[in-house]
């Protein structure tokens, strides 16, 4: 069965520094998405991406945040200056649409670790 | 009011008992309601969508939905040690957003 898959599982990185966190979605889909998920807490929505653009985005994706489709396979989240705070697990979905019958397949996630 | 509640167990039950995990919530403008399954160090994968008031099987997992009471619940007939995993409800608007539950974990003993 076609799977999202999140590249790398686990990324320690220097608080202040880049990083990019990798997805490559489900290749029929359309729609691309990242939450993310604080130890103990709730899966929380980041943002949405449809032909090439934002179609939402929630309070937490703040201006540190950007994603970017650089070709036909991959989907990519920046952090630009990293934050202690920023320490989560991130997952990647993907959907052929939204809206009725589509749901929102995920991959089995990123655990950021700032230091 | 948190968006959506759900019942924060942990469960632990024997195997072969029926599962019985419920969520409820104060947006009425949600249209759309899922529930995942995540294993430990796993994403969460997709187990039951449904839109509409009422009841959805699929073989040992059935999805029920009252909007009218702004309730969803989750059951699992026949459970197996294979079910025990968080169990995470899910709901959409008609947006991209998708709103979770805190999950609840279950563990089935053999």
């Known amino acids: 069965e076609p799977e999202v898959t999140q590249t790398p599982s686990h990324q320690v990185t220097q608080m202040g520094q880049e990083v990019i966190l990798r997805c490559v979605p489900i290749?029929?889909?359309?729609?691309f998405y990242w939450y993310r998920q604080i130890l103990g807490q709730k899966v929380e929505f980041l943002v949405s991406?449809?032909?090439?653009?934002?179609s939402e985005k929630s309070e937490i994706f703040d201006d540190q945040f950007s994603v970017e489709r650089p070709d036909g396979s991959n989907f990519t989240l920046k952090i630009r200056s990293t934050k202690l705070e920023d320490s989560a697990m991130y997952f990647c979905?993907?959907?052929?649409?939204w809206g009725i019958g589509q749901p929102q397949h995920f991959g089995d996630g990123t655990r950021l670790s700032i230091l | 009011q948190k968006e959506v509640e759900q019942d924060p167990g942990p469960l632990s039950v024997p195997e072969g008992a029926i599962v019985s995990l419920n969520c409820t919530y104060s947006?009425?403008?949600?249209?759309?309601f899922m529930w995942y399954r995540q294993y430990s160090r796993k994403g969460p994968e997709l187990l039951m969508y449904?839109?509409?008031?009422g009841n959805k099987e699929d073989g040992r997992f059935t999805a029920q939905v009252d909007k009218s009471s702004k309730y969803i619940s989750l059951f699992i007939r026949d459970s197996q040690p294979s079910d025990s995993a968080t169990y995470l409800c899910?709901?959409?608007?008609?947006?991209?957003?998708?709103?979770f539950g805190a999950g609840t974990t279950v563990t089935v003993r053999a």
């Open positions: 449904t839109y509409s008031s």
């Open positions: 979905a993907s959907s052929e649409a």
């Open positions: 290749s029929n889909h359309l729609y």
């Open positions: 947006n009425s403008a949600f249209q759309y």
């Open positions: 899910a709901m959409l608007e008609q947006d991209y957003k998708l709103s």
């Open positions: 991406f449809y032909n090439n653009e934002i």
